[in-house]
DNA sequence: AGGGGAAATTGGAATTATTCTAATTTGGAG
DNA sequence: CTCCAAATTAGAATAATTCCAATTTCCCCT
């Protein structure tokens, strides 16, 4: 079975009319085809700049808006690196971000299979986590 | 060996006039004590209001100042929820955090003894992290 | 097909957290 | 005691995001 997320550059007119419940509009459906087509983890404004290209008459309000939808109905994550402006990704397999720091890009890292939080985590017995967000910074050494 | 992050409640006037090579100014001093009196997590603006009690012409300025530096020179964790803003936290051993939906606290949370990040993330071999932030939300279940 | 209405989009203003700036103050080194 | 770099301050500036009020879209009902 093959996901959304794992087409890899999905044209707007590929989505149902309507996916999880989110009405698709023509907006939404670019934003996500944007996201989808380059997966650099762009921030708003990047969104933003490129669904411009195709959608000259976007706003940035409506950027925001539909990925706010698309974040909620879980189409899309939002992804966060301390106070830096929120990226966007498509990739909803488990997994957390690298920014190597001297390039600036972002990377996802999956969990070792099998893994589990309870397993590393000293979290007080009966904690239901309903949000997770793992975020590293460094570099990766030359050796 | 007690660390001064391990200290309950000092008062500004039990810090040293230099630590970690940071001049400890009068403000600094005020603020890092505000941080270790009461370890709620505060923000900067939390951080202003209690420090000007004690300190009526401190400045919110001075306040992401010293903040700034003490977080720079490893004496206090900066801690990130998504967007919201950002929170202050004189625990410094390896730790991540965990916020209650239910109340909106937030708690220290340790990491299992032994565990390593290598142990559990499929991480590019060569990876160096400088920084790591593990930020949970949910609830604690009734049971 | 047509019309009503809720939801979505839009541009611009507003908000919020944080940073910057330029002027003043402070405090240690000589 | 004086000098000077560093720290503090108030207020302005910035940046990301949200809000608002006015359209526009488009689904549902007949």
Redesign the interface.
């Given at each position: 079975m093959i996901a959304l997320h794992d087409i890899k550059s999905p044209k707007p007119e590929d989505f149902p009319s309507e996916l999880e419940g989110l009405r698709m509009t023509k907006q939404r459906r670019e934003i996500l085809s944007v996201i989808l087509s380059k997966r650099d983890h762009p921030t708003a404004n990047d969104v933003f700049l490129r669904a411009q290209k195709r959608m000259p008459t976007i706003s940035l309000a409506t950027v925001y808006n539909c990925l706010e939808a698309l974040v909620s109905h879980g189409i899309v994550r939002?992804v966060?690196f301390?106070?830096e402006s929120?990226r966007y990704c498509p990739n909803l397999n488990d997994h957390?971000h690298?920014q190597d720091?001297s390039t600036g890009q972002i990377?996802d890292?999956?969990?070792?299979k099998g893994?589990n939080l309870a397993?590393?985590?000293?979290?007080?017995q009966?904690?239901?986590?309903?949000?997770?967000?793992?975020?590293?910074?460094?570099?990766?050494?030359?050796?």
């Open positions: 939002q966060n301390e106070r929120s957390c690298f720091e990377h890292v999956t969990f070792k893994v397993d590393f985590l000293e979290l007080p009966g904690t239901e986590i309903s949000h997770l967000e793992i975020s590293l910074k460094g570099r990766i050494g030359s050796s």
